[in-house]
């Protein structure tokens, strides 16, 4: 198994608190596989030691320094700056295959059996199952690999503006060609699973092994009531679909990465996001996981075909903002 990796990514110093609570939950969850996290440039050296004490390696990659290809795509394509970065983990050659996941996720029990599948597998994303959501997947570091997608990124662009968009144009495939490559979805939660919304939590949440946060808010954006173990903002509001998940991120952090990284930061100030009994403004919490399939009224069956065709509209009708939006209307 030394020649697999779980694969994080993180961009700053945020990012990388998410990494480590990530590293640490497949940590606890005894995972036979290596552990590795790709970190960007900016990311501060405290903060760095700490993720050489969670994770196996800790490589940076730095688009600007690194290959030809890699900077000449990225001139081309200024606006895609992140992407290129999460596209170096096929060049993690030292590895034959991988899991990539994103930092905003955390890991509920052991799922080292992913390995099992082929590049490139992954769920469903919840705005549009045919397409994939780029948050977990299964992947084969190739240098050819690497160089397509750079060239295919470079060519074509991302419809979306970030990875999810360019690894679903070029896995194109995915929707139609072999449904091994399709993480379980609601169909069968066994492998990692997903909630969304309330009726569908309690149908299938304790089937779920992998919490995506996504949207903008993430849990490091709140604050956690280290006296009464509480993620502040969540018990005034309503709509708070699950904060169970948002709570076993910060016990985590608390107990077992802020320690590591008081160690590490001494006296140099960071911001923890711990505070004993503090009124402070907080976000709403949002903690959605990977949901189950769009309603009809998203996919109906000639936009279906003709995304399967490949004639998605992909800047009008089919965007992403526009599916978010029926499904945000839907859920009310
Ligand atoms: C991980 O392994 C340790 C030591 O073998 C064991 O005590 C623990 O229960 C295991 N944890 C899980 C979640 O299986
Ligand atoms: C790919 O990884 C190798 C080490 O295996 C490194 O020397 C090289 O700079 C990396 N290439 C890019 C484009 O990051
Ligand atoms: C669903 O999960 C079970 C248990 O892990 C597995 O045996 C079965 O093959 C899976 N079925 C499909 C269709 O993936
Ligand atoms: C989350 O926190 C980071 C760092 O404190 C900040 O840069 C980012 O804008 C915050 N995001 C939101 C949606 O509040
Ligand atoms: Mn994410």
């Known amino acids: 198994m030394a020649d697999q990796a779980f694969v994080t990514l993180a961009t700053n110093d945020n990012y990388a608190k998410g990494a480590m609570v990530l590293g640490k ?15 960007g440039p900016h990311v501060a050296e405290p903060t760095r030691d700490v993720l050489h004490k969670l994770f196996d390696e800790v490589v940076q990659v ?11 795509s990225l001139m081309k394509r200024p606006d ?29 029990a052991n799922i080292d059996e992913l390995f099992e599948r082929e590049e490139l597998s992954a ?72 909630y969304s919304y309330l009726p569908a939590f309690k149908q299938y949440g304790h089937e779920a092994k992998v919490v995506h946060f996504l949207g903008k808010v993430k849990p490091w954006n709140h604050t956690f009531d280290t006296k009464s173990k509480s993620v502040k903002g969540h018990s005034q509001d309503p709509s708070t679909l699950h904060p169970d998940y948002l709570l076993q991120w910060w016990e985590l952090f608390s107990t077992s990465v802020l320690p590591l990284m008081k160690e590490e930061y001494g006296d140099k100030p960071f911001h923890s996001g711990c505070e004993a009994g ?38 009008g009708m089919d965007s992403f903002d526009n599916i978010q939006r029926k499904l945000d209307s839907f859920l009310k």
Not at 25 to 39: A, F, G, P, Q
Not at 62 to 72: E, N
Not at 81 to 92: E, M, P, S, V, Y
């Open 123 to 194: 769920a469903p994303d919840p705005g549009w199952p045919d397409c994939f959501n780029s948050g977990v997947f299964v992947f084969r570091p190739s240098k050819d690999t690497y160089g397509k997608l750079l060239t295919h990124c470079e060519e074509k662009g991302s419809f979306d503006g970030g990875d999810q968009g360019v690894l679903n144009s070029y896995y194109s495939d995915w929707a139609t060609a072999d449904i091994s490559k399709h993480l379980p979805f609601i169909y069968n939660l066994s492998s990692i699973a997903i």
């Open 278 to 315: 503090e009124d402070v403004h907080d976000v709403t919490p949002k903690v959605h996981v990977f949901q189950p399939p769009a309603p009809p009224q998203i996919s109906s069956q000639q936009r279906k075909q003709q995304w399967e065709q490949g004639q998605a509209d992909y800047m």
């Open 80 to 108: 895609l700056g992140i992407t290129f970065t999460k596209l170096h983990c096929w060049n993690l050659t030292q590895y034959s295959k991988c899991v990539f996941m994103d930092a905003d996720t955390l890991v509920l």
């Open 62 to 72: 730095d688009v600007l320094d690194s290959g030809d290809m890699a900077h000449l």
């Open 25 to 39: 939950s497949l940590r606890n969850h005894n995972t036979s596989r290596k552990l590795v996290v790709l970190i």
